[in-house]
């Protein structure tokens, strides 16, 4: 079965405790993407990547870190993490065929930020 | 700079009835695509529909059509014949290659309630 998943699904941690949200595929999909939901601020891109090692930053990659060392994981890290980062993240990867692009995200993960 | 515009907050929609989401955007790329997604109250992200900018015809996905007026920069969603689980918030997205292709940005959404 396609799917993308994202652990943990729900996370409360403290400021400044360094955290890795997991982003995995099992498409073989070249892109990947990270984004934000928040009330009234919507859907914000923070990071995405083109493929294995090549990342680029969205809207919104300030207190974000990711890697792409393999191409069906994208881990989000991060490295001090703040109470304005409490938000819904969801983790989508991609595909491309002959024109037509199909978008696959993970279930989301719910982080508070205490 | 990109821009992505829905300018229905909420509407209603009878049972069965078609209804139409509008979206708007402005960018200054000749090559672009846009998205549409759903995001029922569980709170997944679930994506609807795909259209490049150069697609001679309007995207169709069961029965989410994409209406593509490329003049006018609209890319409006029309949902034939709605359901019950059609309710939920509808977001629009462009992805320009102005600084790289793989930006995404995302209109502020459309709550639809279906109504029996």
Redesign the interface.
């Given at each position: 079965e396609a799917q993308v998943t994202q652990n943990p699904r729900y996370l409360i941690t403290v400021t400044g405790k360094k955290l890795t949200v997991t982003c995995s595929q099992n498409m073989n999909h070249e892109?990947m993407?990270w984004?934000r939901q928040d009330p009234g601020l919507?859907?914000?891109?923070i990071y995405?990547?083109?493929n294995v090692e090549v990342t680029?930053k969205?809207?919104v990659p300030e207190g974000y870190k990711v890697s792409r060392k393999e191409k069906r994981n994208f881990p989000l890290i991060l490295e001090s993490p703040s109470p304005n980062q409490t938000s819904?993240y969801?983790c989508?990867s991609s595909s491309r065929i002959r024109?037509?692009?199909?978008?696959?995200?993970g279930?989301?993960t719910r982080l508070l930020v205490l | 700079a990109q821009k992505i515009t829905q300018t229905q907050p909420g509407m209603f929609v009878q049972e069965k009835e078609a209804v139409t989401l509008d979206c708007t955007y402005d960018t200054s790329d000749p090559s672009y695509g846009l998205f549409w997604y759903k995001q029922p109250s569980s709170g997944e992200m679930i994506f609807l529909i795909y259209q490049g900018s150069y697609d001679q015809q309007n995207a169709t996905e069961g029965r989410y059509s994409l209406n593509f007026q490329k003049a006018r920069k609209s890319a409006n969603l029309v949902i034939s014949a709605s359901q019950l689980g059609d309710s939920a918030m509808y977001f629009c997205a462009m992805r320009g290659a102005t600084d790289s292709w793989g930006k995404l940005q995302f209109g502020a959404g459309t709550q639809v309630v279906v109504t029996p």
């Open positions: 892109y993407s984004y919507g859907l914000r891109q995405y990547s083109m680029d969205g809207d819904l969801f989508a024109g037509r692009e199909t978008q696959y995200f279930p989301g | -």
